[in-house]
């Protein structure tokens, strides 16, 4: 997208603040994600300098702590080496404006399947420049498993390829509600937060025959979208027309101030009847299939793969959220997948799926 690029809870306890600096989480319910062979992290920092010098983010530490209290492990970003070597240039955006605040998107996102996520201690150091004193900010973090409520298959039948998911460099993760565009919408939270780009290929990878310039030529191009889950169509969209490679979507940046569900294009929003919504997005000019109101099962024909909104190539946006708007996304854990190793197939398994993966559903 290139114009815009849980339920259970999470408890956050400030440590110690040096006034003016202060921190919050993004979301503040933070949800731990179970993959198949490890746990993940997905949220955000947030700083919020109130003072009349900027800052610069120079160091950023991650204590685990284990259920005694005693320290088990810890991870870092920091100075320590030459002015191109030291790992906190990973950190893209590292100033934090006087009188304004910094988003740092969390790196420490991989853990152990075993780790015990249940006391987490971020502590943040920022100069204030030569000669002046550092600000520490620390704020402790006790995060909870997410437990889904909707059964979920994969949307696409056959073998799809993840073209961008939610890992740390994908551009849903990264979100900046602190931009114009986040806060002129009031958006308080990445609705992208798990969300997925879902593709069809050949079997070198390709996405396209020659080189692509039309829909058609596109091998996802049409391919049947199912639902992921049953529930109720809550709202629909059709009629925009579909984008050519290379080319702007229909649509300015004024027009996406006025109404920002532009950048879907053609998109069905299912209401799983439970807190929990399924948005599928950039479908093909007049094959959404569906209505308002009406009940589909899972795995239920809902319309076909598309070009439309903000797309530059044609694929299914997938996300599951929290709300009908544009609320914290939720991962999606599908049942019955498995995933593409090089050497066959994983065993069959429910969870998560992301950035690289070549998926299909498998018999249950």
């Known amino acids: 997208m290139r114009l815009l690029a849980l339920i259970l809870s999470a408890v956050v306890l400030p440590l110690a603040q040096a006034a003016p600096l202060q921190t919050s989480l993004i979301p503040q319910q933070l949800l731990i994600e179970r993959a198949r062979d490890e746990q993940r992290l997905n949220f955000d920092l947030m700083f919020q300098n109130d003072g009349e010098q900027a800052l610069e983010l120079v160091r950023l530490e991650l204590t685990l702590f284990d259920r005694n209290g005693h320290f088990f492990a810890q991870r870092r970003l920091d100075r320590n080496g030459d002015s191109s070597t030291m790992s906190i240039l990973t ?137 992921t889950g049953d529930g109720t169509v809550r709202e629909i969209h059709d009629g925009m027309a579909d984008n050519r490679k290379g080319a702007p979507p229909p649509f300015d940046q004024a027009a996406i101030m006025q109404n920002l569900k532009l950048f879907l294009g053609n998109y069905v929003l299912l209401d799983h009847g439970n807190g929990e919504y399924s948005l599928f997005a950039h479908m093909r000019q007049g094959s959404v299939k569906v209505k308002p109101g009406q009940r589909v099962a899972r795995g239920d024909a809902i319309g076909a793969m598309g070009m439309s909104g903000d797309a530059f190539l044609v694929h299914l946006h997938y996300q599951l959220q929290s709300g009908a708007g544009f609320e914290e996304g939720l991962p999606a854990y599908f049942e019955h997948v498995r995933v593409r190793t090089g050497d066959g197939w994983t065993a069959s398994f429910t969870g998560p799926v992301d950035s690289g993966d070549v998926v299909e559903t498998t018999s249950p």
């Open 91 to 227: 950190v893209p955006n590292r100033t934090l404006p006087a009188k304004g605040r910094l988003v740092v998107f969390n790196p420490f996102t991989q853990f152990p399947a075993d780790a015990w996520l249940g006391d987490l201690r971020f502590e943040a150091v920022f100069s204030a420049g030569e000669n002046q004193p550092e600000q520490r900010v620390s704020v402790k973090v006790v995060p909870r498993a997410f437990e889904p409520k909707t059964k979920l298959a994969l949307p696409l039948r056959g073998e799809a390829f993840v073209h961008d998911g939610h890992d740390l460099t994908a551009h849903h993760r990264r979100l900046d509600i602190t931009g114009g565009m986040t806060t002129h919408f009031g958006i308080t939270g990445n609705f992208m937060r798990y969300a997925h780009d879902f593709v069809v290929t050949d079997q070198q990878g390709k996405l396209f025959r020659g080189d692509g310039a039309q829909p058609e030529d596109w091998y996802g191009y049409g391919a049947p979208i199912l639902a």
